[in-house]
Each structure stands twice: as C-alpha cells, then as structure tokens.
C-alpha cells in the first residue's frame, strides 16, 4: 500500500472534525462526540480503501536505481554470510585435555569458574525407629497450633 497508518489517522481525523461541526448544531455534545468516534473509525477503515486502490492504479518501479550511489558500497548489506570461521584445533586441544584428564583452563586462570560440590546429603530415617520419628511429628504439630 501506498503511505503508512499515519495517512489514516490523517483521514480519520478529518471524519471525525467534519461530523462534529456538522452535529454540533442540533446534537449535544456526548452524542456529537460520540457520532464523531464512529466518524473517526469509519474513515479510518476507509483509508485502508483509498490506500489499497491507490496502490492498485499507480505504478510504482520496484526499485529506484540511485545513479549517485558510490562504486564500493553498491553491494553492501546484500549478501549475509553464513560461513562460521574454523576452529578445528581449539575443538582438538579440546579434546585431547579431556581425555588426558588434565584440566589446564581452572589451573591458568585462578578466577574461572569452579562447579560447586556440595556435600552429599545422608538419610537418617533409617537409623532412627519409628517410634522417635512419631514422636518429632507429633512435637512438630504441637508447635505449629
């Protein structure tokens, strides 16, 4: 289509005035306000259709040739690469430090980041009977009450 939402609004807002000033004089001024909001949205829709027919009736070229274009930049932006650069000895060095079990990254760089490991947590539900386990729910529901 030709132009953008602005040119509708612009039209919309056209409506919506002339509605107004033609209501005002035998309406009040909600119905007048009304009548002109239902002005603005039809003329806004219509817009759609002024736009679309316009589009369908003048030609446009599909693209401008600019003549004053410099030589160097004429196919910038046009071609996207998508060629990822070569890092088959960093993937090697990689793969021989892992199965070496060396681990020269953590050793270099004192700050790097160390995976947390937390101590593993032991059950003690087993080592007590049930009776003492009874007895801490029992204590527990006094408390909350």
């Not at 004089?25 to 736009?51: D, E, M, Q, S």
């Not at 960093?90 to 947390?116: C, H, I, V, W, Y």
Request: net charge neutral.
């Amino acid at each position: 289509m030709i132009g953008t939402w602005r040119w509708n609004v612009s039209i919309g807002l056209v409506g919506f005035i002339f509605t107004c000033l033609v209501s005002i004089a035998k309406n009040p001024l909600p119905v007048t306000g009304l009548r002109g909001i239902y002005a603005f949205i039809a003329f806004f829709a219509f817009g759609y259709v002024i736009r679309l027919m316009a589009r369908l009736t003048i030609s446009v070229p599909d693209r401008v040739q600019r003549t004053d274009a410099a030589p160097d930049q004429s196919g910038k932006g046009e071609h996207l690469d998508y060629v990822t650069p070569d890092n088959g000895e960093d993937l090697n060095e990689l793969l021989r430090s892992g199965l070496s079990g060396k681990d020269d990254t953590a050793r270099a760089q004192p700050g790097a980041f160390k995976p947390l490991k937390p101590p593993h947590l032991v059950s003690t539900a087993r080592s007590k009977n049930p009776q003492e386990l009874a007895e801490a729910v029992r204590h527990w529901n006094n408390q909350e009450e």
